[in-house]
């Protein structure tokens, strides 16, 4: 059962759907793609923040893929 939780937990880092770091939602880096950023730093200078950790990187690259889409 602990290996089961643990793999969920490990899930849900890779499944991240907001930055904890500054608190930054999914949908405020989509609304910083709607409006022109084209990068992860991009994304983080329109929202008026420096990226920390960036595990939420891989969350910004698919907001910003989709958004290409
Ligand atoms: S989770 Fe976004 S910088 Fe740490």
């Known amino acids: 059962m602990t290996g089961r ?3 969920a937990r490990v899930s849900q880092a890779q499944e991240r759907r907001h ?3 500054h608190d930054i939602s999914e949908a405020a880096f989509r609304e910083a ?3 022109g950023a084209d990068s992860v730093k991009a994304c983080f ?3 008026g923040r420096m990226p920390k950790c960036a595990n ?3 969350m910004i ?3 910003l893929s989709e958004g290409k889409a």
Request: with cysteine.
């Open 33 to 35: 793609c709607a409006a």
């Open 45 to 47: 200078k329109h929202i």
């Open 56 to 58: 939420c990187v891989p």
């Open 19 to 21: 930055c904890t770091c």
């Open 61 to 63: 690259r698919k907001v």
């Open 5 to 7: 939780m643990s793999q």
